[in-house]
């Protein structure tokens, strides 16, 4: 098996953002930054693989801050982690204000990306090579965030759920039980 290191992948991806972007507020679409997304990760886990890579899943997008038309975006992609066929891409997006150079962070997401052959079918892909505590800090945290996205999706499924460990839980929030 082969192992590649994180930086042989890391992928950066600067853009102005222009009134086209832009929603019914005048900030640009999330929609928008969603799409650049998907590309750098896309870029960035093919960059590691060396094979076509699809989306597998995005885990949680939190808009931090507004990005306003005229700022340059930047976006960070690095492999986080790598499966048998699969590899989470961090994503970091950052906005700069030209005139005063202000930088935001305006978010961060992990994709997980799933390599393909010429025959559709998943591929294995290299290893990472871990050469410092962030890498190590990095691909941990993926495989806890895996576990735990499992352990949601077993509590949750109709043949495990046990709607009355919830009842009361739901009658603190904007909800009305009718049963």
Request: glycine residues 6%.
């Amino acid at each position: 098996m082969s192992f590649k290191s994180i930086s042989d992948s890391q992928i950066t991806l600067t853009q102005l953002m222009l009134p086209s972007h832009s929603n019914f507020s005048g900030k640009i679409h999330g929609g928008y930054i969603l799409n650049l997304m998907d590309q750098v990760a896309f870029a960035c886990a093919s960059k590691h693989s060396g094979e076509y890579c699809v989306t597998a899943s995005v885990n949680r997008v939190d808009f931090l801050n507004p990005i306003e038309v005229g700022e340059l975006v930047t976006l960070k992609a690095s492999i986080n982690y790598t499966g048998r066929t699969s590899m989470v891409v961090g994503v970091r997006v950052e906005s700069e204000n030209i005139q005063t150079g202000v930088r935001k962070h305006c978010n961060s997401s992990y994709f997980t990306m799933v390599a393909k052959g010429d025959d559709g079918k998943k591929v294995e892909v290299p290893g990472l090579i871990l050469n410092d505590l962030d890498g190590i800090r990095r691909f941990a945290r993926s495989i806890t965030r895996q576990e735990q996205s499992k352990k949601r999706v077993k509590s949750f499924t109709p043949e495990e759920f046990i709607a009355e460990e919830y009842i009361e839980l739901i009658k603190e929030q904007n909800a009305q039980v009718n049963l």
